[in-house]
């Protein structure tokens, strides 16, 4: 019965949300009952949708077997934190969630703006019709809903093993709560041009939920990359799969968003640009859910093979990219501002960081799906891996940090006086000179990128550590939420390229009570545990590790097998330090009873993920006070 | 007007140029960075130069699989031909006899010396080309 209800109230929502938009651009918007009746409308038609998702939460808690997604996806000996993740651990359900995502991103909107808010209407017409294409898409291609009946399963078939981890439960919550966070622009910019009244200051409406969408978005890709580095075993923090390529495209598109957001809500130059940009970032952002979801590329993540998922989908992205667009080219005349770029004014140099960020959104669309069309026209399965992507990336992002280092102390709409600065620049230059010599020296790094990377990363750094200095010493503004989010990316830059260089790993071959050095690090065998667990049974390795000054450590990595799919997993056990991981795991056991193991030490890669958090950080602060400022 | 129009020729110009010569670099930078994937069929049936990395999908021959200390040599399989891989290090949990897998490395003498092997996350996964039932 309750399955029916949930259903109910999902169908019942699609209806309201689609008279929400007619009601939205069909009838008039600066009337004002018209604007309280479309809020009203979409709270309830949100209040359903968000009740039948806590129903299906319900179901999935109550171990409703009946529930076919549920039965698949779900077990009884699950902990319940799990049984509620399990929603979005394959297809269907995580559709259900993203969904629920895209409405409470709506209803958040519609409840802290005034209904007499600028393009508030329409925006919200655009964001329910939107709702409604993908509660179609749910319903009618991927119902999670559907039963088995007569009679209902005893029990589950359980969540994949490697997806019961905390860091994999909250990671797709943040990644979609990212990807489905930009709607508020893309509605607000399509609101934009349909009003089409250039005096509408459209960009500053939405700046805050453009950068708390881009906030989730960098947690939300950074969590995914810790767990893969721990969960997964191989020990890299990105692989250039593609479905992780596809949550890259949309950030890089939003990081440009943002920055140009900020020259467009000062002055309307780059408006053009800034809406461009909106709609693209959306469409990527779909168009990452089209490739994860259409089984169309062969990825580690991809959901099962479904053409007609594949095929609607498409349909919708291209919908809504060739609507958006006709109506961007036909406001084209309305959206240029006449306003000129002053050359090495603040704009111009965050003109140029677009153009960087195109190229890099341009070349990872090729990486993906340069492999269909090279099969479809040579008949020969291609795959493009790290090597492409890192000879268009490291150069792009070394000349970007070269660009920013000198942009550094520019104003808006005034010409930078590079003179003025000339004492910080050459000395940062002297100084991350002196770093990469060191690096070099001390560090053995002799990768040429790597050494120029080095240099790219430290000129930033340097650099921003005069302006903090300038501010303390001298009280001299600075926007420290620029300071910060570039210092990350300063940090970032140097910390890949060290992982890069030093990093290594060996397999040894040890049996129990035996132990073997590499790099100075003694290992040691001492036991093996079996560990037994509600749902699954696990050999523990115990190591000994003795470091070179002395100290020793254990390290327990395990093998796990999971009661109800069979599977075997491995889990790693990492010692962290302030440099470097030291990173085990175990393989299989020989037949003279010893076993492979895997030893990696994985440089400075807590950095990496310490830089996205910085600028994700950065981007929270930069909220809390545009909020202030309100 | 005139110079107006000249000068926006010219911006027109120098953007083609720039967007021309980028797209010519990244075309570049993938065809000279492409993994070629090949079954153990095609792989006898062509010749790739040592120095080019590919990928082998297939099926691990049954029994063709011998371990030594870290290092372990195994067929790879489409069932028609086979072909030797060498790989140093752990391998996946997944790996197994009989199952699918694909190789990432270098040919040398009609062995594939392995520096990745990937077998799917996915218990029923089978590497493209092999639509063949056992």
């Known amino acids: ?630 | 007007m005139k110079a107006i129009r000249q000068k926006r020729l010219i911006t027109v110009f120098v953007i083609l140029i720039f967007s021309g010569l980028g797209s010519f670099l990244i075309f570049k930078a993938l065809d000279s960075n492409l993994d070629f994937f090949f079954t153990p069929s095609e792989l006898i049936e062509q010749t790739i130069p040592e120095n080019k990395r590919i990928k082998i999908g297939g099926m691990v021959l049954e029994g063709s699989v011998i371990r030594d200390k870290t290092n372990i040599t195994f067929q790879i399989t489409d069932y028609k031909h086979s072909i030797a891989v060498n790989f140093d290090g752990v391998v996946p949990d997944l790996f197994k006899e009989g199952s699918g897998v694909v190789a990432l490395g270098y040919l040398d003498n009609g062995i594939v010396y392995a520096e990745q092997i990937l077998a799917k996350h996915d218990e029923n996964y089978m590497p493209p080309g092999m639509d063949i039932e056992k």
Not at chain 1, 146 to 162: F, K, R, S
Not at chain 1, 256 to 276: C, E, Q, Y
Not at chain 1, 323 to 345: D, N
Not at chain 1, 582 to 591: E, N, R, V
Request: proline fraction near 3%; include cysteine.
């Open chain 1, 1 to 630: 019965m309750l399955i029916e209800i949930a259903q109910f109230l999902t169908i019942l929502s699609t209806g309201l949300f689609f008279l929400n938009f007619l009601f939205a651009f069909f009838f008039d918007s600066s009337d004002r009952h018209m604007a309280s009746l479309v809020s009203k409308v979409y709270t309830h038609s949100s209040l359903l949708l968000a009740t039948s998702f806590f129903i299906y939460v319900w179901l999935a808690v109550s171990d409703n077997f009946s529930v076919l997604y549920i039965a698949q996806h779900s077990n009884s000996n699950l902990p319940t934190f799990y049984k509620i993740t399990s929603i979005w651990s394959a297809h269907e359900g995580s559709m259900f969630l993203w969904i629920l995502f895209l409405v409470l991103w709506g209803a958040l909107f519609n409840f802290v703006t005034q209904n007499s808010q600028d393009l508030k209407v329409k925006s919200m017409g655009v964001i329910s019709i939107i709702i409604v294409g993908f509660l179609l898409f749910l319903l009618l291609t991927s119902n999670p809903f559907e039963t088995i009946l007569p009679i209902a399963p005893v029990n589950g078939a359980d969540i994949n093993p490697v997806l019961q981890d905390p860091a994999l439960a909250i990671h797709p919550p943040f990644l979609y709560m990212g990807y489905i966070g930009f709607v508020i622009a893309f509605a607000h910019a399509i609101a934009f041009m349909v009003e089409g009244n250039p005096s509408i200051k459209w960009e500053s409406l939405v700046r805050t939920w453009s950068i708390a969408a881009w906030v989730f978005l960098t947690i939300g890709i950074t969590l995914g990359s810790w767990w893969a580095y721990y969960e997964l075993g191989w020990g890299g923090y990105w692989f250039w799969d593609p479905v992780e390529n596809v949550a890259l495209m949309p950030w890089l598109a939003a990081t440009a968003f943002i920055h140009s957001l900020s020259v467009s809500s000062k002055s309307s130059s780059l408006r053009i640009w800034t809406i461009l940009l909106s709609i693209i970032v959306f469409s990527l952002s779909l168009f990452g859910a089209f490739i994860v979801r259409s089984g169309i590329i062969d990825s580690v993540h991809s959901f099962a093979n479904d053409p007609e998922r594949g095929l609607y989908l498409l349909t919708f992205i291209g919908i809504l990219i060739i609507g958006s667009m006709t109506l961007f080219s036909s406001r084209f005349s309305m959206l240029s501002s006449g306003s000129v770029i002053k050359t090495f004014s603040k704009e111009s140099f965050i003109s140029i960081n677009n153009i960087f960020f195109g190229v890099l959104v341009f070349s990872t669309m090729l990486g993906i799906l340069y492999p269909l069309i090279y099969e479809s026209i040579y008949e020969q399965k291609i795959s493009v891996g790290a090597p492409f992507y890192n000879a268009i990336f490291v150069p792009m992002a070394v000349l970007a940090c070269i660009f920013l280092f000198f942009s550094i102390g520019a104003k808006w709409q005034r010409k930078l006086v590079i003179s003025s600065f000339v004492n910080s620049i050459s000395i940062s230059v002297l100084i991350s000179v002196f770093l990469v010599l060191l690096a070099y020296k001390l560090l053995s790094i002799h990768g040429t990128w790597e050494l120029i990377s080095i240099f790219a990363g430290s000129i930033i750094i340097v650099r921003y550590l005069f302006v903090i200095w300038d501010y303390l010493s001298n009280k001299k503004y600075s926007n420290p939420f620029s300071v910060i989010a570039h210092i990350g990316l300063g940090i970032l830059m140097i910390s890949i390229s060290l992982n890069n260089e030093l990093s290594t790993e060996r397999a040894l071959n040890i049996k129990i009570n035996q132990s073997d050095t590499y790099q100075g690090y003694q290992i040691k065998l001492t036991d093996l545990k079996l560990v037994k667990q509600p749902n699954h049974d696990s050999i523990q390795a115990v190591f000994l590790v003795t470091d070179p000054i002395g100290n020793n450590f254990y390290l327990k990595p395990e093998k796990r097998k999971y009661f109800a799919r069979g599977q075997i997993t491995t889990e790693t056990d990492i010692h962290v330090t302030l440099l470097k991981d030291i990173y085990i795991t175990i393989g299989d056991q020989l037949k003279d009873g010893s076993w492979i193991v895997n030893i990696q030490f994985n440089y400075f890669i807590r950095w990496i993920w310490f830089s996205a958090i910085m600028m994700g950080f950065a981007g929270v602060m930069l909220i809390v006070s545009l909020n202030k400022a309100r």
